[in-house]
């Protein structure tokens, strides 16, 4: 299967970086080829933590969205798809939207056979809540809604999993998960060495060096939620 992930979310510091990371560690792990796209002009997150994976991409151009579409064309020599993960800056909703509306975007994604996931990262607030009910008024049926419930940034959810809105986006299907907080010294030596997931805990040299169980439980984390991924249309 090949997929194309929007990880957003509309507001800024509600983990879409950390999450577009973690996907992107799991499709190497799992062996999927797939290509990133870093929309944040001043953080680029996602293409410094995995450099040879993803690279920055203008989200208010047409043509630098047109890349995004054009990577999910390429095959690799076994004839496997390639998927795509965007990692979405803050207020790059109606941007997008246009792009997606002009292109017919989701139409010609359905006949490539390429499923379009919308990962929808949400604190405990109620604006993620209102900005979750616009995400589902702007595209309706068709896309895949993953609703992430990020335990980084909060852990009073009781807003979202009582509203209408939550209700609606699994009445199309959606599905409501969540990404726990990788303890917060081991995600701080990550983020000092600019490192993937995967070469922190390899990494044996350095001052922010993992200890023996940090690495443990930075694995704990990754393999948590690789099962959780398991279930999900990637």
Partial sequence: MSSLNFIGGEKGGVGKSVTARLLAQYFIDRGQTFTGFDTDRSHTSFTRFYADYAAPVIVDSYAGLDLIANSLEAQTADGQQNSAIVDLAAQTAAPLARWIKDSDLLSLLAEMGVTVNFWHLADSGKDSTDLLNRLLDTYGQGPNYFVVKNEGRGTDFSLLEKSATLSRALELGGKLITLSELHEASMNKIDRQNASFWAAINNREGDAVL????????????????AIFDTLPL
């Avoid at 200890?211 to 690789?226: D, I």
């Fill in 211 to 226: 200890g023996m169980m940090e690495r443990q439980r930075v694995k704990t984390w990754l393999r948590n939620h690789y």
